[in-house]
C-alpha cells in the first residue's frame, strides 16, 4: 500500500520558504521545527526564489520601495542578487539623488514667494520675472523647479499634467451646493514649505464651513502616504459629506479614494483650469505663508513641523475670521457642529503657545 504524500498548504510553503530565504535559521532547524523534509524546504525556497519576480512586479512597489527592500547585511544573498530579485537595476539600488544646487534653492524660494503673490504667473512669466531680478535662467530650468514644487498657474490652460492614468478621477459636485454646516463639505490640498537647506511638502484638510484645519502633514517627498496618514488623521474625529480636492496623484489614488468611499463620503475634484475650485485651502496657504514661513527660515524637517504645529494651533484657535462673524475656525465648526460653544471643548489641534 502506497503511502499517502502529506498535503501542505500554500501559506504554510510561503512561510517556510521565506524563513529559508532570510537565512536566520539553517535548512535541518527549520525541517526539525515543522517537520518537513529538508529537500521539500529547498524546493520550495528554489521556487519562491524564482517567482519573486513576477509577484513583485505585480505589486508595482516604486524604486524607493524597492531599494528600501535591499539588505546588504544579508549572510547569504548578495546586492546583485536581490536586486534581481526585485526587478531593480543595481545602479538604481547605488544611485544617491543629489541635492539641489544653492541656486536652485535660492530660485525655488523666489518662485514660491512670488507664486504666492501671483499665482496666474506660469512658467513664461515667472522666467522673465527672475530674468528681471538678476538670475539669468532659461525656462527649462523654471518648469523643472516649479514641476519639482508642484506649481502651476492658476487659470483656464492646455493640460498640462495629467494624474495617474489608472486612477478614476471624479466628478465637481460642489457646483450650486450651498454649504451651511461643518463636515459638510472637506477639502485638501498639497504645498511647497521651503526651509533654509531644502524644502519639504505640506498637506492639510480643512473644514470648508469654518476653515478649520483638521489635520495636516509633512513629508520630504510627493508619495500618497503623508496624505493618507492626514485623512486618517481627519477621519478619527468625523466624517464629511463630500471631500473636494484637485486631480493629483495622490489624491485620485485608490487608497486615498478608497477610504472615502469605505466610509460613504461622496468624492469630488476640481476642474481642470478651474482657478475657484477649492480656493479656501489656497487662500489657507497664503495665509499660512505670509504669517508663519516667509517669518522663519526653519533649518530642520522637525523645526518647520514644530513651527507649523505652533501657527495651525494659533490658526484654528485665535485668529478670526471676519467672514466667519469674527469667531475663530474652533468657534465656528464646534459652535455649529455641537449647537453651542464652550471654551473649554477640546480641539484636534493643541492651543497656540509661544
Given at each position: ?168 478621477v471624479y466628478p465637481y459636485l460642489l457646483r450650486g451646493v450651498e454649504i451651511d454646516r461643518p463636515d459638510h463639505v472637506w477639502c485638501a490640498d498639497l504645498t511647497y514649505i521651503r526651509m533654509l537647506q531644502g524644502f519639504v511638502y505640506l498637506v492639510a484638510i480643512m473644514d470648508w464651513y ?128 455641537e449647537g453651542s460653544y464652550h471654551p473649554g471643548d477640546s480641539t484636534r489641534i493643541p492651543p497656540y503657545t509661544q
Open positions: 500500500m502506497g503511502v499517502t504524500r502529506k498535503r501542505h498548504p500554500a501559506a504554510f510553503k510561503a512561510k517556510v520558504a521565506l524563513e529559508a530565504l532570510r537565512g536566520e535559521k539553517t535548512i535541518a532547524q527549520l525541517s526539525s521545527e515543522y517537520g518537513v523534509h529538508s529537500n521539500q524546504i529547498r524546493q520550495w525556497k528554489k521556487k519562491l526564489v524564482e517567482e519573486l519576480p513576477a509577484i513583485l512586479k505585480n505589486l508595482n512597489y516604486t524604486v524607493k520601495q524597492k531599494r528600501a527592500m535591499i539588505d546588504v547585511q544579508h549572510p547569504q544573498i548578495p546586492v546583485s542578487r536581490q536586486c534581481a530579485v526585485l526587478g531593480l537595476a543595481r545602479s538604481s539600488f547605488y544611485y544617491r539623488e543629489q541635492p539641489e544646487s544653492e541656486l536652485n534653492l535660492t530660485l525655488m524660494n523666489l518662485i514660491d514667494e512670488q507664486y504666492t503673490k501671483t499665482p496666474f504667473y506660469g512658467v513664461p512669466r515667472t522666467t522673465a520675472w527672475l530674468n528681471r531680478q538678476g538670475y539669468a535662467v532659461n525656462h527649462k530650468r523654471v518648469a523643472r523647479l516649479m514641476r519639482g514644487m508642484g506649481l502651476e498657474a492658476v487659470h483656464p490652460k492646455r493640460k498640462t499634467s495629467m494624474p495617474n492614468k489608472e486612477h478614476k469654518s476653515r478649520y484645519v483638521l489635520s495636516w502633514e509633512l513629508s520630504v517627498t510627493m508619495e500618497k502616504q503623508f496624505c493618507l496618514d492626514a485623512l486618517d488623521t481627519a477621519l478619527a474625529g468625523a466624517t464629511p459629506t463630500i471631500f473636494n480636492s484637485d486631480q493629483g496623484s495622490q489624491f485620485t489614488s485608490n487608497e486615498f479614494t478608497g477610504r472615502l468611499e469605505s466610509c460613504g463620503v461622496a468624492v469630488s475634484m476640481d476642474g481642470r483650469g478651474r482657478v475657484f475650485d477649492n480656493i479656501f485651502i489656497e487662500r489657507l496657504w497664503r495665509t499660512v505663508k505670509y504669517e508663519e514661513v516667509y517669518l522663519h527660515s526653519y533649518e530642520t524637517v522637525a523645526e518647520a513641523r514644530r513651527g507649523l504645529s505652533r501657527y495651525f494651533a494659533f490658526y484654528n484657535t485665535e485668529r478670526i475670521h471676519s467672514s466667519l462673524g469674527n469667531l475663530t475656525p474652533h468657534e465656528a465648526y464646534f459652535k455649529e457642529h
